[in-house]
């Protein structure tokens, strides 16, 4: 299949599953609001702890080498420096996590299609974790289709 062909695909398994809206009303259900505020918190707090230590590697470097003509070793005479290191390793801590957690949200959207596309084998393999997924599933969105319907590709 072609990329295009499989998007296609993909969006005809969820309208058969009724899964084609959320609470917004317009976006796949992959993309499930949950899944990207976790995401962004996670981005948001590797943000800060590398802010946070950029301000402690600095002063560790600083007390071994001090410079009487500056507070700062790292950023001499810079004024407000330590906003300056701060947003410095924010932005760089962001932007490293904002890219892996994308990977990962990647990975949450296609086990989410696979699961959608075959429930069956998730049920062979792993039962539990089935049960499970299926349960939190039904709990969370009671009026999308049960995963009985006609597999997209093959018998399922």
């Not at 700062?72 to 947003?87: D, N």
Request: proline share 6%; aromatic share 10%.
């Amino acid at each position: 299949f072609s990329y295009v062909e499989s998007g296609k695909a993909v969006m005809n398994l969820f309208e058969m599953r009724n899964w084609h809206l959320t609470a917004r009303g317009s976006q796949s259900i992959i993309t499930e609001r949950l899944t990207s505020y976790v995401l962004g918190c996670v981005t948001f707090c590797i943000g800060i702890i590398t802010g946070a230590s950029v301000l402690i590697i600095e002063r560790i470097i600083t007390l071994r080498n001090p410079d009487p003509e500056f507070e700062s070793y790292v950023f001499g005479p810079l004024p407000h420096w330590r906003i300056f290191a701060f947003l410095t390793g924010f932005l760089i801590g962001s932007v490293v996590s904002s890219i892996m957690m994308h990977v990962v949200k990647g990975a949450v959207n296609t086990l989410i299609v696979c699961w959608a596309d075959n429930p069956k084998q998730l049920k062979e393999e792993h039962p539990e974790l089935a049960r499970k997924l299926r349960d939190a599933w039904e709990q969370a969105f009671p009026n999308s289709t049960p995963l009985d319907p006609p597999m997209l590709y093959g018998d399922g």
